[in-house]
Nanobody, 116 residues
Framework: VHFVESGGGLVQPGGSLRLSCAASGFTFSNYYMKWYRQAPGKERESVAFISNTGRYTNYADSVKGRFTISRDNAKNTVYLQMNSLKPEDTAVYFC??????????WGQGTLVTVSA
């Protein structure tokens, strides 16, 4: 099982980024997916959820209305569109599922830095 996150970088406050996460080694379309983030000195937190079909999504209050999670099951990829970024969004972002054979796996993450 592998998760490979990409798309992070340095962006000014108010800017946008689109993160991607390519999954392999399990039947991606059978499982919900989440995006997590870990800011320096803080615990890892879940920020977005998407059901296996993409029909249902949910967001942490801190990102609701600014972030959008989506997925392409044909490409085994989940995305996170991040708009109106704030300095407090600075973190390493990870994707994963908490179920099935991929439950224990984490990727290397992608670093998002929001700074002027």
């Amino acid at each position: 099982v592998h998760f490979v996150e990409s798309g992070g970088g340095l962006v000014q406050p108010g800017g946008s980024l689109r993160l991607s996460c390519a999954a392999s080694g399990f039947t991606f379309s059978n499982y919900y997916m989440k995006w997590y983030r870990q800011a320096p000195g803080k615990e890892r937190e879940s920020v977005a959820f998407i059901s296996n079909t993409g029909r249902y999504t949910n967001y942490a209050d801190s990102v609701k209305g600014r972030f959008t999670i989506s997925r392409d099951n044909a490409k085994n990829t989940v995305y996170l569109q991040m708009n109106s970024l704030k300095p407090e969004d600075t973190a390493v972002y990870f994707c994963k599922t908490d179920l099935g054979p991929a439950a224990g796996a984490w990727g290397q993450g992608t670093l998002v830095t929001v700074s002027a």
